[in-house]
C-alpha cells in the first residue's frame, strides 16, 4: 500500500512504509504550504526541473536526511555541486532504486531561472515511478504533448497533472492530457499556489469522463 499526500503546488510524498519519496519540495516560501521543510523525512528527493517553485527546498531537505536526489542531469549535477547526493538521469533512462523504478520523460517547458547560482540550463522531466507494482506518472511543468499516449501505453495507475495554466496546461488540456494517458486516477496539481494559476480542480473533475479524480486539499493523503 503506497500512501500519497500532497504538500501543495507540485509536491507530493510517497511512503510504501520503508521508502519515503518527496517530489519537488517546494515549501519554503510557498503561501499554501503547510509542512516546514525541517519536519520533512525523505530518503529520496525527485526534482523535475531547475524552477525554483520545484527545486524549492531540496538543499535542505536532503542535508537533514542525507537523502539522494534524483533529477535529470543538470539539477542532479546542480545538487552534486552543493554536496549532496545525487544520482542524474535523463530523458526516457530508467533506474532501479531501492524503493522501485523512476523512468525520465519529456516534458514542454523550460529550465532557467535566470539567476546566477541557479541558471543550470538542462532540460525538464516528468517521472514514471513505479513502487510495489504500482505505476505512478508525475508530469512536472509541461503543455499537452502528443507522446501522453506512449505514457498511457505503460499502464498508468495515478497521474499527477498540472491544471494552472500560464506556466503549464490549463483544465481543458489537462483533461485531453487524460484521455491520452487513461490513468486509473489522476489528481491535478500547480493551481492556485498564486493568483496567476489560479484554477478550480471541480471544473476539471467534470471534464474528465474516464479516469477518478482525486482532488487533494493540502496536507491531504490518498492510498494506492
Ligand atoms: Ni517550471
Ligand atoms: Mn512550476
Known sequence: MLTITYLSHSCFTISDGTNNLIIDPFLSGNPK????????????V???????DHWGDTEKIAKNN??????PNEVAAYAARKGL?????HIGGAHDFPFGRVKLTIAHHGFSDGESDFDIG????????TMEG???Y?????????????????????????????????????ARAVDFIKPKKVIPMHYNTFELIAADPEEFRKKVKDSEVIILGVGDETQL
Open 134 to 136: 504500482k505505476k505512478i
Open 46 to 52: 525527485l526534482v523535475t526541473h531547475g524552477h525554483g
Open 138 to 174: 508525475h508530469a512536472g511543468d509541461t503543455g499537452l504533448f502528443m507522446d501522453m499516449q506512449l505514457i498511457g501505453e505503460e499502464g498508468i495507475d495515478l497521474a499527477m497533472l498540472p491544471i494552472g495554466d500560464n506556466f503549464t496546461m490549463g483544465i481543458d488540456d489537462a
Open 85 to 89: 547526493n545525487a544520482h542524474n538521469m
Open 33 to 44: 504550504a503547510k509542512t516546514a521543510p525541517e519536519d520533512v523525512e525523505a530518503n529520496f
Open 122 to 129: 538542462g532540460s525538464p522531466c516528468g517521472f514514471i515511478i
Open 66 to 71: 542525507d537523502a539522494l536526489v534524483i533529477g
